[in-house]
C-alpha cells in the first residue's frame, strides 16, 4: 500500500476499479466511522445529517461525475463478511450491482479477505439488505462475480407519465436494490448508442423529475429507500439480448449493464410472465460490456410477489490511491459547475 507522508494528519486509501467501463472505487482505509445501528441508519446519515465524506470523494477537485466512490464499513449484522454503501455525487446509495462487483474484487484481490480457488463465497451488509457474492477466482484474480442480490419487485407496471416533450409516456417502476423507473427507449425516439449518451442522459433526467412531482415510492420495510433513484432505457434485441442505459445524476449515463437496474428489470419480466424462475437474460451496456440477469426464485417483500436475482459481471484492478483528507483543504466541501452538471448545479446542497 502507498505510504503516507509523514506532514499528512490523515489519508483515505483507495482501490481503483472498474466494472465494465464503470469506475468503482473503494475506500479501503481512512474514512471516518458513520454512526447508524444497520448500514441503512448509516447511509440516511451520510444523507440526511452529515455528507462532508460522500462530497470530499465524489466532487471536484478530487473527483468527476461519471464515477462512484464505494465506503466499505464493518457489517452490522453476524452473517457479513462486510458492509459497503455506494457514494454518488447526488447522495449515498443503498445498492449497486456494478460497485459491489467492484468491491468484491478489491477485497479479494487486496487480500483483504482470503481468496479461495476456485470460488470465494463473500457476503456483504447493505443498506438494502445482505447481498451473497460468489467470485470465481484463478491465479489470484477474480474471473467473474455472481451477486445473489436482494429481492426485486415490481411497485407498478405501465404507469403513465405525462411529458412536455413526447406527450404521455408509459414505464414499469421496480425496485432492485434501488427503485428504478424502466422505459422503453423508442418512446423517447433515442437509440441505446454512444452517439446518443448526451440526449439519453437529458431525457433521463428531465423523467426524473417528472416522476418526482407526479410518483411517490416507498420500501415496504426499508426506512430512507423512498425515491425513484434512477431511469434506465430498454430496448429489446432480435436475438432476447437487453440494451440498458441508466441516466444517473447529475446527468450522465451509466458505462456499466446495471446490475440492481437489471434486477428491477427482470422483476418486471417475471411479472409480465416473459421469464420463469431459472431463466436468465443478458444486459448489455450502451458500449458494449454484458452482465447476465438470472431468476433463481420467488419470494415475497412485505407481502408482495417478488423474485430473487443473481447478476454476474467482471470488474478490473487499475491502481491504488491515496488521498489526502484534511478539514483545512479550503475544497474541502468540494464543488459543482454547470459545463459538466448542466441545470443540475442548483440541486447541489452546500
Not at 460468489?134 to 474471473?143: N, S, V, W, Y
Not at 410518483?215 to 426499508?222: A, C, D, L, N
Not at 427482470?266 to 438470472?294: H, P, W
Request: with cysteine.
Amino acid at each position: 500500500m502507498l505510504e503516507q507522508p509523514k506532514c499528512w494528519t490523515q489519508a483515505l486509501q483507495l482501490v481503483e476499479v472498474h466494472c465494465q467501463g464503470e469506475i468503482g472505487k473503494v475506500i479501503v482505509a481512512g474514512a471516518p466511522k458513520i454512526p447508524g445501528r444497520t448500514m441503512a441508519e448509516k447511509m440516511n446519515h451520510i444523507n440526511q445529517v452529515d455528507d462532508r465524506l460522500r462530497r470530499f470523494v465524489t466532487l471536484e477537485p478530487r473527483a468527476s461525475v461519471n464515477m462512484s466512490v464505494n465506503l466499505l464499513v464493518p457489517p452490522t449484522r453476524a452473517d457479513a463478511d462486510a458492509g459497503f454503501i455506494v457514494l454518488q455525487a447526488d447522495r449515498a446509495h443503498a445498492m449497486s450491482g456494478s460497485n459491489c462487483i467492484c468491491v468484491v474484487t478489491a477485497l479479494l484481490e487486496t487480500g483483504r479477505i482470503a481468496m479461495t480457488e476456485p470460488e470465494t463465497v463473500v457476503k456483504l451488509d447493505t443498506p438494502a439488505g445482505l447481498v451473497t457474492a460468489t467470485a470465481r477466482c484463478q491465479d489470484g484474480r477474480c474471473l467473474s462475480v455472481s451477486l445473489d442480490n436482494v429481492a426485486a419487485f415490481v411497485e407498478v407496471l405501465d404507469q403513465p407519465l405525462s411529458t412536455p416533450e413526447w406527450g404521455e409516456i408509459r414505464l414499469d417502476i421496480a425496485f432492485g436494490g434501488v427503485y428504478y423507473a424502466i422505459v422503453d427507449v423508442q418512446q423517447v425516439g433515442l437509440r441505446i448508442e454512444p452517439s446518443h449518451a448526451r440526449e439519453l442522459a437529458v431525457a433521463g433526467i428531465k423523467i426524473k423529475r417528472l416522476l418526482q412531482q407526479q410518483v411517490s415510492v416507498q420500501h415496504p420495510e426499508i426506512e430512507g429507500l423512498d425515491e425513484i433513484a434512477y431511469v434506465m432505457f430498454r430496448h429489446f434485441e432480435s436475438d432476447g439480448v437487453i440494451q440498458t442505459c441508466t441516466t444517473l445524476q447529475p446527468g450522465r449515463v451509466d458505462r456499466s449493464p446495471c446490475g440492481t437496474g437489471s434486477s428491477a428489470n427482470l422483476a418486471v419480466l417475471f411479472s409480465r410472465g416473459e421469464v420463469r424462475v431459472g431463466d436468465q437474460r443478458t444486459s448489455r451496456s450502451i458500449i458494449g460490456g454484458e452482465f447476465t440477469a438470472q431468476v433463481l426464485a420467488q419470494t415475497s417483500v412485505g407481502g408482495r410477489p417478488a423474485i430473487l436475482p443473481r447478476i454476474t459481471g467482471q470488474a478490473w484492478i487499475y491502481g491504488m490511491e491515496l488521498m489526502r483528507f484534511d478539514d483545512d483543504d479550503p475544497m474541502s466541501k468540494g464543488f459543482a459547475l454547470s459545463d459538466t452538471w448542466g441545470p443540475q448545479v442548483d440541486l447541489l446542497r452546500n
